[in-house]
């Protein structure tokens, strides 16, 4: 069964960082995409992530995190990191990871094809 249990989160001031990790356990497929996705306060998840990232090491981000959000992944550990700089009020939300294995094309940052979800992580930027 696959498993997404992320980590991560926490309260930072306006301009501090943080990095999320995303493991996963139960697969041994090699390709997939992987997606990075956010709830804010009071709203609804969003449809399209922040960003994505395939087998390839290919990845993909929303304008708003653009030149500070970056994706990555450790094959080997089945381990996936959303690096985040510069961060903003407006980035307060809970933030998931999600993964579609047997993807043969570029990461997806829309929500459609992604079936398993990690539990989220809470992360909370103060001005």
């Known amino acids: 069964q696959v498993q997404l249990v992320e980590s991560g989160g926490g309260s930072v001031q306006a301009g501090g960082s943080l990095r999320l990790s995303c493991v996963v356990s139960?697969?041994?497929?090699?390709?997939?995409?992987m997606g990075w996705f956010r709830q804010a306060p009071g709203k609804e998840r969003e449809d399209v992530g922040v960003a994505c990232i395939d087998n390839y090491g290919s990845t993909n981000y929303a304008d708003s995190v653009k030149g500070r959000f970056t994706a990555s992944n450790d094959n080997a550990r089945k381990t996936f990191y959303l690096q985040m700089n510069s961060l903003k009020p407006e980035d307060t939300a809970m933030y998931y990871c999600?993964?579609?294995?047997?993807?043969?094309?570029?990461?997806?940052?829309?929500?459609?094809?992604?079936?398993?979800w990690g539990q989220g992580t809470q992360v909370t930027v103060s001005s």
């Open positions: 999600a993964l579609v294995l047997n993807w043969d094309s570029l990461c997806s940052r829309s929500g459609d094809p992604y079936i398993y």
């Open positions: 139960g697969y041994t497929t090699s390709t997939y995409s």
